[in-house]
């Protein structure tokens, strides 16, 4: 009767998280074939493979035209150079990589969990709720290089749980390898570099020195070469400019959210920690989860950050749930006689038999709860207006999106919904506005400029980033738009310094505006200047 019931409830949690991944793969395909900017930023990645692909450095100085510069490590974006000498610039080609890459990670982590607990069917579940997650959902198909970051850390973790035990020098070397290549996609790859190193020192200090000492050596001299290459830039650009204000209240919020999404599994993967730290010895899987966790709540409320920095501390949970689930199922715990077991033994005996008993009950509900509070989908179009009309399930996001995560937190990413030909329409008007324009062009976003065939001006992020660090002499530039020099400034959400600002709002006045995918873009043209309608008549 137990195994019928856990069957029943595994089949219809199983169903649930199929019908998200479905979802996702749609999302993925819909965002894959968009020729514009989706996620703010994405262009400017996009501009990074070009120069990469052109053998130049995107850590450029900021000072002189044409402004631009990376703030990103370099890793993510020359893996799609060899499309763009193929087929030329595209967004599909990142997006499908970072895709791509989620689904390795998801496989990652199904593996982990199988090889610990021989559980395949708990195994793909907790591979399919890592994408279930609101904040990998996100970030999944965009041109954005983070989960392709998450995917390295998880292939280095993975087989270093793997192959030190089993004294495979050759794997561990490769192990480090991938974190060098996760730390050189995103400079966030170094907690889990410090969680890897705290963890071979608990196992072999002697050990955790001398790979430590290698893996320093390894990259500091990329490190080094990347600064010597480019004059200082890329010391200046990747990491003075990547120290951002801290808000406390956006910290809050997105760990509120983060815990409102995942409890359902973050639950059981914090009682494996607690198990581990007290009653057993703590994995790297545990120490990954706690580093990243702790982390991740300060990242998150950074300027510039949001909800995919809890990516990598999503991934360990969903490793460490799928562990205490199989182990669950196993019966396969064991308490050593130590001080805790000793002190607990009057309760731990009872409640491990009770979980035990009610293991095939509440292991599939809680796979269940956690479908539910992640749960996300388009609410129209052919197929999903008419589910949703059916489950009477009402948008939340743009009138056409629903997500089970409240969109007031701060720093909670604003897409995840599908684009539509209206979408499609508008970017193509502000491509025609481009190039219908006579003069200099500057967009905040820099995918219309690459469509419109215009060189991408500025970054602005980037320059923000400079400009609160100290780093930014916007002289030439602020320059450039006292005197008018440019003929149509596109602004979206007036990311750049605040001076420049400032000279726009003088200098300059808002004649049009466009709203593509949830946002409105403002046309900037000279003061004084007729109107583009005014113009043609």
Known sequence: MKRTIYRILMAAAT???????????????????FPYDYDQGEGFELVD????????????????????????????????????????????????????????????????????????????????AFLSSNMIYHNGPLFRQHMTMVLFETASVVLLTWAYPAHKWRYIALAFGFLILAG?????????????????????PRQAILWGIRFA????????????????????????????????????????????????????????????LYIDRLSLYSIWFVATTIFGVIGAGTWGAGDSYYATSITAMCILTGILFSRTLNHGW????????????????????????????????????YAISTFKMPTEGPIFGDVAAQLHIQPNVLGRHYDSASY??????????????????????????????????????????????RPVISNPTQLRNLYLNGEWNGTTLINMVENQEFALIILRASFYPDPMLQVVLERYTPQESISLNGFTYVFWRPAGEASTSEQTE
């Open 334 to 369: 064991q308490f050593p006689d130590n001080f805790y077991v000793r002190a607990l033994s009057p309760t731990l005996g009872p409640v491990a038999r009770q979980l035990a008993s009610t293991a095939f009950v509440i292991i599939p509900v809680a796979f269940i709860a």
């Open 15 to 33: 169903l649930l998280l199929l019908a998200a991944f479905a979802i996702y793969v749609a999302y993925a395909i819909n965002i894959i074939q």
């Open 49 to 128: 493979t070009i120069l990469y692909s052109q053998f130049q450095w995107p850590y450029q100085n900021t000072d002189d035209y044409p402004f631009y510069s990376s703030n990103y490590p370099p890793v993510f974006h020359i893996l799609p150079v060899p499309f763009v000498w193929l087929f030329g610039p595209s967004y599909a080609y990142g997006r499908l990589l970072s895709f791509i890459g989620t689904l390795i990670t998801a496989a990652l982590i199904a593996y982990a969990i199988n090889r610990e607990g021989q559980r395949p069917w708990v195994a793909i579940l907790c591979a399919l």
């Open 217 to 276: 050596v390894v990259g500091f001299a990329i490190f080094i070469g990347l600064t010597l290459a480019t004059q200082g830039e890329w010391w200046r650009q990747a990491i003075v400019a990547n120290v951002n204000h801290f808000d406390p209240i956006q910290a809050l919020g997105l760990v509120k959210l983060w815990f409102q999404l995942h409890g359902a599994l973050l639950i059981p993967a914090g009682l494996l920690v607690l198990y581990e």
């Open 184 to 204: 050189y996609t995103k400079q966030l790859a170094a907690i889990t570099a410090i969680a890897v190193l705290m963890w071979l020192f608990l196992r072999s």
């Open 408 to 453: 007031d937190v701060l720093g909670y990413a604003n897409i995840g919904h599908f684009t539509t030909a209206e979408d499609m329409e508008a970017g193509k008007q502000i491509v025609e506005i481009i190039q219908g324009t006579d003069g200099l062009v500057m967009s905040e976003d820099a995918g219309f400029e690459l469509a419109a065939g």
